[in-house]
């Protein structure tokens, strides 16, 4: 078992072996392996079925420096912690796969520091391109301008600053939000209130304003005390809970800039005995993978995150093919909303839960 190990290790499969092996010139296995079209199908399938019999496996490395592509892209989210940014990684590794790229995944911790490192990492990787959603403590912008200043393929997915002039691709927050909150008007909830996400961060900030341009838009009050300034995580739903019930006239309902702070929001109101939805009406957005196993389940904004992934490779690899330029590309795709009515909002039960 050795002697073969290190007869496998010490001996690899040439193009020049599978050209022997099959009478053709090594220049006719390149292009086949490479998929020219000057090469037949039938010829290609030779190629193939012969370089999987004898093992021979391209060396990428040396691929890259003669295209000067490594055929692999980094990708920076701000967490694994939430199935969200999981359902992005697999809709862009869906398309990746299929285009022969690799890719590197960082995760930022929602740091501005990590979120740098991250960036030098992939540069000493030699990637070609970098999808990003931008960590939530995140203010200065420099580490990504200075990419799209070098034309370093870079594009944006969810969170995304239309101000610094990177492509990206987004869900249409602002909709999302408005139709949440109007679903909860219609249900016959009076005092809508809103849990929202950090105010620089720009999806965060549609979210606001479409919560805020529903209840204008059915001749509501925008109360500025129902409005709990958050930063997207269990623990601010529940705080924000315990100040509402502080006020003299709590809500009786709440829209939740994500689902993470809704799962605290609930958690907290069940503990106080509080019906939902009867007495109390709650939506998230994201639709998180626990949204529905939730007891009530918790209505939600579907993000379309397999989508987006996918649509996030196909502007970068776009963005590559140009060497990073912009001109003539598409640089911003925004997605539907989808509104997922469950239980947790569905106070008079006239929408059927999804």
């Known amino acids: 078992m050795c002697k073969r190990l290190y007869t496998a290790l010490s001996y690899k499969t040439t193009i020049q072996d599978i050209a022997k092996e099959l009478n053709l010139t090594s220049a006719t296995i390149s292009r086949a392996l490479h998929n020219n079209p000057r090469i037949s199908e039938q010829t290609r399938k030779l190629v193939f079925d012969a370089a999987k019999r004898l093992e021979y496996s391209r060396n990428r490395i040396a691929s890259s420096l003669r295209s000067g592509r490594s055929h692999t892209i980094g990708v920076i989210i701000p967490t694994a912690q939430r199935s969200f940014f999981g359902s992005v990684v697999h809709g862009i590794q869906t398309v990746a796969k299929t285009n022969g790229y690799s890719i590197l995944l960082y995760q930022s911790e929602e740091t501005t520091e990590l979120e740098i490192k991250a960036i030098e990492a992939f540069l000493g990787a030699r990637v070609d391109g970098i999808l990003a959603s931008i960590a939530n403590s995140t203010t200065d912008y420099t580490h990504f301008t200075e990419l799209l200043r070098r034309k370093i393929p870079i594009v944006f997915f969810d969170r995304a600053d239309d101000s610094l002039g990177i492509p990206c691709v987004v869900i249409d927050d602002y909709k999302g939000a408005f139709d949440a909150t109007e679903h909860l008007i219609q249900q016959g909830y009076e005092r809508i209130a809103h849990v929202s996400g950090q105010q620089h961060i720009k999806i965060f900030r549609e979210r606001m304003k479409g919560y805020k341009d529903a209840l204008k838009a059915h001749g509501m009050e925008v109360r500025e005390e129902y409005i709990f300034m958050g930063d997207i995580s269990i623990e601010c739903g529940r705080k924000a809970v315990d100040y509402y019930f502080d006020l ?75 060497n990073g330029v912009t001109t003539d590309i598409k640089t911003k795709v925004v997605l539907e909303p989808v509104l997922y009515l469950r239980q947790s909002s569905l106070k008079n039960g006239s929408v059927k839960a999804s």
């Open 248 to 322: 003299t006239q709590p809500p009786d309902a709440v829209f939740a800039a994500e689902d993470y702070t809704a799962l605290g929001v609930m958690k907290r109101l069940r503990e106080r005995n509080i019906d939902i939805p009867g007495e109390f009406g709650l939506i998230g957005f994201a639709n998180e993978s626990f949204s529905e196993y939730m007891t009530p389940a918790l209505s939600s904004v579907d993000q379309q995150t397999v989508q987006m992934g996918m649509e996030a490779f196909k502007m970068l690899a776009d963005l590559i093919s140009k």
